[in-house]
């Protein structure tokens, strides 16, 4: 059970927010398709999808259903799982700020020369790292 827990919570990058548990309201369409953390199926994160407005409920359902999980760990466990768990919280929240934002369309490729120096070749280099960042 910890190791589905660790493997779900590993993908999750720490990123910083606060939630209070007094904006969980939970809907019944919402609650029914809570994913099984004992037993995730399949494209367990199409839970997530659907209106952004239910998105921040999904995502304290969720939230406290990897706490209550977590409860009933060892105690050495359950400080792990907590680090997780939060961590898997802030980056839904992350996911919630970012939903409505545009998606970064690549640039233009420069023209083709027929031959380069190595000053050209480090700089088009560079500035491909560069555009890998940005994006």
Same mark, same amino acid.
Request: negative net charge.
């Given at each position: 059970m910890l190791q589905l827990l660790l493997i779900l919570l590993t993908?999750?990058?720490? $990123?910083?927010?606060q939630v209070t548990d007094d904006q969980t309201q939970p809907d019944n369409n919402v609650q029914k398709n809570i994913p099984d953390i004992n037993e995730l199926p399949?494209? @367990? @994160?199409e839970y997530f999808d659907g209106p952004p407005e239910e998105l921040q409920v999904k995502s304290d359902i969720?939230?406290?259903?990897l706490v209550e999980l977590s409860s009933n760990l060892?105690?050495?466990?359950?400080? %792990?799982?907590?680090? $997780? %768990?939060?961590? %898997?919280l802030l980056?839904?929240? %992350?996911?919630?700020?970012n939903l409505g934002r545009p998606i970064?369309?690549?640039p233009q490729p420069?023209?083709?020369?027929?031959?380069?120096?190595?000053?050209?070749?480090?700089?088009?280099?560079?500035? $491909?790292?560069?555009?890998?960042?940005?994006l």
């Open positions: 993908f999750c990058v720490p $990123l910083q927010s399949v494209g @367990w @994160w969720f939230y406290n259903n060892s105690p050495s466990a359950q400080k %792990t799982a907590g680090t $997780l %768990t939060e961590k %898997t980056n839904l929240r %992350t996911f919630e700020q970064p369309s690549p420069g023209p083709i020369a027929n031959d380069y120096s190595i000053d050209d070749i480090v700089n088009l280099h560079q500035s $491909l790292n560069k555009q890998k960042v940005e």
